[in-house]
Nanobody, 114 residues
Framework: QVQLVESGGGLVQAGGSLRLSCAVS????????MGWYRQAPGKQRELVAQ???????NYADSVKGRFTISRDNAKNTVYLQMNSLKPEDTAVYYC????????WGRGTRVTVSS
């Protein structure tokens, strides 16, 4: 059973940066695509970034050019580097595999103040 544990969130001022980590129990090498999602208050969860096993990435328009997703298959960890943060990035961030959808972790809260 794959378990997902997100960390690295916090309170940051607009324009600041955070780096999120997602530790995956078990090997992620076999998981073709990993992604980061976020859910803002009162909104549906949305996929903001994804990365294939070979490192091909794709981003939602709202974060393109500001967020960078990466994965370390040896460490079974997925990262999300978030730069130039905006108040509208405030949300709880989760990782998961878009084409497998394992049980959701608790997420990590990101709050961006203006």
């Amino acid at each position: 059973q794959v378990q997902l544990v997100e960390s690295g969130g916090g309170l940051v001022q607009a324009g600041g940066s955070l780096r999120l980590s997602c530790a995956v129990s078990g090997s992620i090498f076999s998981i073709t695509v990993m992604g980061w999602y976020r859910q803002a208050p009162g909104k549906q969860r949305e996929l903001v970034a994804q990365i294939t096993r070979s490192g091909v990435t794709n981003y939602a328009d709202s974060v393109k050019g500001r967020f960078t997703i990466s994965r370390d298959n040896a460490k079974n960890t997925v990262y999300l580097q978030m730069n130039s943060l905006k108040p509208e990035d405030t949300a709880v961030y989760y990782c998961n595999a878009p084409y497998s959808l394992y049980s959701w972790g608790r997420g990590t809260r990101v709050t961006v103040s203006s």
